[in-house]
């Protein structure tokens, strides 16, 4: 039997924001390899001085699409920028550009946005609220479209500890509307002034602004195929295209990545809570097989849905995972896959107290950042650790308010969608995390952070090479700690002996 989603991207035009990031490349990616697409426009703009031509050369010669050029070499040229900005009126398209995206695209995924948790309000709500109303306005003028997906988040209802696959206005201090009306009608400045008064529950103007957004969608867009996926902290891939892929330091894996150089000891968060983290692969086949889903409810259905199906996505209740168990993992594989670029040995404390932290952090990251920096300054170099670690503390404090909740999500819709994929669509678009194996996939994203974010080839040498600076830093440790209990013991058996 044949794939039905594979048949619904037959000869299809896609029309895609948010393509050069992690999530849009490889939904590009998997759309190239596994269908036969006919088009995909991507939005792309001009990025700290670099034109759109050159921004689209490097985006080609991406390793996300090694596999895929192997399978299909000329596949990429399916792939069309269209210039434009989410942060610009009318998404800063031309003429020509709209009326080209009008006429020929029938599914669309917005994935363009900030995800800085600290961006200024004016700035969020202008590419992550009034761009999604640009594109709903856009859509409504899309002669064929089928299906289109908003691709929100799992926090965008944050305030809330068991998140259901519906809207939460109650939480909002103003509509969308009002929002996007005052930013009209007050300078920039001004409207971050008011930052804290408009954010009311929320914990950054990320989440804040992603509500903002679901509310356009389910007020303005109810006459479209539209629906809502919520993914979870997105993390390298389980499988596609292949194990570990990962080309950011979004989230966790930056935690990770602190630690396997042997630069961050010290973290703070509640280790009991569930680590919503969700695969970027699991997710791109989710996206995909929900805008083949609304397209067929949307041709079976006589009116308009009510509101727009959400698709909230996180571990689930049967096979959840912990921020101990995260770390734990990690733990008893990082003497097998160490990097050659660490400067000291790889291991972390989680604490719940703040004072604790802030103990521990004197203890393993300012006293040694401290030493360092006086090595660099007696070589004649610039110090560099006390800056580091500063950006360090600062963005853990961002992220205190994701570190301690115990998040669940309701996952019906999810549910629903996997019983009404066949056979051959569930091992094509797998996204089922009831039998995801996390021991695995943990393995997996630990190979994929070393060769991907650390550029250090899986080659014996390399692996040989490493593992003897880690047993080298393993000794020095013990060395270090076992000093440093001495010298407190003693002076404790001086004071004993003198008084």
Not at 15 to 32: A, V
């Amino acid at each position: 039997m044949d794939s039905n989603i594979t048949e619904f991207y037959k000869n299809k035009t896609i029309f895609l924001t948010g393509g050069s990031g992690f999530l849009g490349k490889l939904i590009i990616e998997k759309l190239l390899r596994t269908t036969e697409v006919e088009r995909i426009y991507m939005l792309i703009r001009p990025k700290h001085g670099e034109q759109i031509q050159s921004r689209m050369a490097a985006f080609r010669s991406n390793f996300m699409f090694t596999e895929l050029l192997k399978l299909k070499a000329n596949s990429l040229e399916k792939v069309m920028p269209i210039a434009g900005d989410c942060a610009l009126p009318d998404l800063g398209l031309s003429e020509a550009d709209r009326q080209l995206l009008t006429e020929e695209v029938q599914v669309v995924v917005h994935g363009a946005a900030t995800v800085n948790f600290v961006e200024p309000l004016s700035s969020a709500l202008s590419i992550n609220t009034r761009a999604t109303r640009l594109l709903v306005q856009l859509a409504k003028q899309m002669g064929r479209l089928e299906a289109y997906v908003h691709v929100s988040t799992a926090f965008s209802n944050c305030p809330v500890e068991h998140i259901r696959e519906c809207f939460y206005p109650e939480l909002l201090s103003c509509t969308a509307d009002k929002a996007l009306a005052l930013q009209d009608q007050l300078s920039a400045e001004l409207i971050d002034k008011m930052t804290p008064a408009l954010l009311g529950k929320f914990p950054n103007t990320y989440t804040y602004t992603k509500a903002l957004a679901e509310q356009v969608v389910q007020r303005e867009a109810a006459d479209l195929p539209i629906c809502i996926f919520r993914p979870g902290m997105i993390l390298p891939s389980y499988k596609e295209p292949v194990k570990g892929c990962i080309d950011n330091l979004y989230g966790p894996i930056a935690i990770s990545y602190g630690c396997a150089a042997g630069v961050v000891h010290v973290t703070f968060s509640n280790k009991e809570a569930r680590c919503n983290i969700v695969p970027v692969d699991y997710c791109v086949n989710l996206v995909l097989s929900c805008a083949w889903q609304t397209a067929v409810a949307t041709a079976q259905r006589r009116n308009p849905a009510p509101e727009p199906p959400i698709y909230n996505f996180a571990p689930t209740a049967q096979n959840p995972i912990t921020w101990e168990i995260y770390t734990e993992s990690y733990e008893k594989n990082r003497h097998i896959y160490p990097v050659n670029q660490m400067i000291w040995l790889p291991f972390i404390f989680f604490t719940s107290s703040w004072w604790s932290f802030k103990l521990l952090a004197v203890l393993y990251h300012h006293l040694p950042g401290f030493l360092i920096d006086m090595g660099l300054r007696l070589k004649g170099q610039k110090p560099r650790m006390k800056r580091i670690y500063s950006r360090i503390h600062e963005s853990y404090k961002i992220l205190v308010p994701f570190a301690f909740p115990n998040w669940t999500f309701e996952m019906r819709n999810s549910d629903r969608l996997l019983k009404a994929m066949s056979p051959q669509d569930r091992l094509k678009f797998e996204f089922d995390m009831n039998v995801l194996d996390w021991k695995q996939y943990m393995v997996g994203a630990l190979i994929g952070m070393r060769v991907y974010l650390f550029k250090e080839e899986l080659t014996e040498e390399s692996l040989q090479s490493a593992k003897k600076l880690y047993k080298r830093f393993f000794i020095i440790n013990c060395l270090v700690h076992f000093i440093a209990c001495c010298i407190p013991a003693a002076l404790l058996w001086w004071v004993y002996v003198k008084f």
